[in-house]
């Protein structure tokens, strides 16, 4: 399976797997740019690229970053749809207290290329027509906290 892409700036930086057998490719800044704690930075790549057919491409945060200086990605996972031809930038968060300077270059975020699975939508007329399951509706903190809670 291939991934297509194309730089858009001198300096973008393709995307690459730091070891064979990683599941994200790094993505890097083509750009400075400082971001004040608290504040969220479009960072643009330099790239776009072609999807695989009946694929995605997930933007998510490097650990480092957000171990080190707290950096994350906003709105992560991020979505590129099979059909976006744009630039890819990414939303980066300062959640520290420091100052963070990104720098051209700089690996800022990892692209997971995912299968997608289309569903046919079907409305129904009440919840009686789920299927019932143990969980039911059960959602925030309904299994407890720790294991064997219920």
């Not at 892409?5 to 300096?11: A, C, D, F, N, R």
């Not at 945060?61 to 991020?78: D, E, K, Y």
């Not at 800022?108 to 399951?133: C, H, K, N, Y």
């Amino acid at each position: 399976m291939k991934l297509k892409v194309h730089p858009l700036h001198p300096q973008a930086i393709l995307p690459s797997y730091a070891h064979p057998d990683d599941s994200g490719l790094d993505l890097c800044a083509i750009a400075s740019a400082t971001i004040a704690p608290g504040e969220s930075r479009l960072i643009p790549t330099g790239l776009s690229i072609e999807l695989p057919p009946n694929t995605e491409a997930q933007i998510r945060p490097r650990s480092g970053l957000a171990l080190r200086h707290q950096i994350t990605v906003l709105n992560t996972p991020g979505t590129i749809d099979e059909g976006y031809r744009g630039e890819i930038a990414i939303i980066l968060i300062n959640h520290g207290r420091h100052p963070f300077t990104v720098e051209p270059g700089m690996k800022i975020a990892q692209m997971v290329i995912a299968p997608v699975l289309r569903v046919a939508v079907e409305a129904i007329g009440t919840a009686d027509a789920l299927t019932s399951t143990a969980r039911g509706q059960g959602g925030f903190g309904s299994t407890g906290y720790r294991v064997g809670d219920r």
